[in-house]
């Protein structure tokens, strides 16, 4: 099988090496989309995308609205990938998402979108005690702020655009911390000390270590994960909540705290079974 790999890092796509007979890599950059009346194509170097067998892809922030459309583009096609057009978009989306993990019973905090300050104060009239407001523009996180000061809050909506960008408020819950590597039903996760609400555990203020999750935490992200059609994502919980999913989680920061090869499980997951003819079952 050959797998095609688009990422800003190529030497991530060169770890998948000894398990394809071909691997090649590329950015984002390299791929466009043709579109005619009856169908759209991709190609990345020349080369027609759904002529791979397999694709890994990381999607960046500065893409995520090509990416969507490129993924869209290979729904018809045969190729097996990491994520599709249909879950990228949810968990993209972060309005969306929350919606969809509400309708499927997944348990997560007390979530709002708002869009403008009189939205705000709707919100805020819901929540009791400390919040988390998350700024976004499109599909990109620009700003976090967690408080329990309405003054605060009022400052940091000022901002606010309808139409142009938006603010995900949610209840600030306790609880140990765990990030879920979810491949195709397997969990790597790990657990978050500190200031684990702002960003990444690679700043300052928090850290991690590999750690098994509670059986009812890692049934919670597998569910999350079915929920929106997604074999492969991180997803972030507090205690036995969901506060957050990612669609290009950082795969080798999950195996440097664990020591698990998370690339070979990828792998697996992107060869589809043969049976003893050779042909897919």
Not at 36 to 43: A, G, K, L, M, N
Not at 129 to 146: P, S
Not at 214 to 220: A, G, L, M, Q, Y
Not at 239 to 265: C, L, Q, Y
């Amino acid at each position: 099988m050959n797998l095609l790999t688009i990422t800003e890092d190529q030497s991530l796509g060169e770890k998948f090496d000894e398990y394809f007979e071909e691997v090649h890599s590329y950015s984002i950059e390299n791929v466009k989309i043709d579109a005619d009346q009856d169908r759209v194509t991709s190609y990345v170097n020349g080369r027609r995308v759904g002529d791979y067998d397999a694709l890994f892809i990381r999607p960046t922030p500065k893409a995520i609205t090509f990416t969507r459309l490129f993924l869209e583009s290979l729904m018809e096609s045969d190729i097996e990938s990491v994520i599709d057009g249909t879950s990228y978009y949810i968990i993209a989306k972060k309005p969306y998402l929350f919606k969809v993990l509400t309708e499927k019973n997944i348990p997560t905090p007390k979530t709002f979108v708002v869009s403008s300050q009189k939205s705000m104060s709707s919100a805020q009239d819901m929540l009791d005690g400390e919040i988390v407001c998350k700024k976004f523009e499109g599909f990109i996180r620009k700003d976090i702020m967690k408080t329990d000061d309405p003054e605060d809050i009022k400052a940091f909506s000022e901002s606010l655009e309808h139409g142009k960008n938006y603010m995900v408020v949610q209840e600030f819950v306790e609880g140990d911390v765990y990030d879920c590597l979810y491949i195709d039903g397997d969990i790597i996760s790990t657990r978050i000390k500190g200031e684990s609400w702002r960003k990444s555990p690679r700043r300052d203020e928090c850290s991690e270590s590999y750690h098994k999750p509670p059986s009812d935490v890692s049934e919670i992200a597998k569910q999350a994960a079915n929920a929106i059609g997604s074999k492969f994502c991180s997803i972030r919980l507090v205690g036995p909540r969901v506060v957050d999913m990612h669609m290009n989680p950082d795969i080798e920061r999950f195996m440097k705290a664990s020591g698990k090869n998370a690339i070979e499980k990828v792998s697996k997951m992107l060869k589809p079974d043969k049976d003893e003819n050779g042909d897919s079952q």
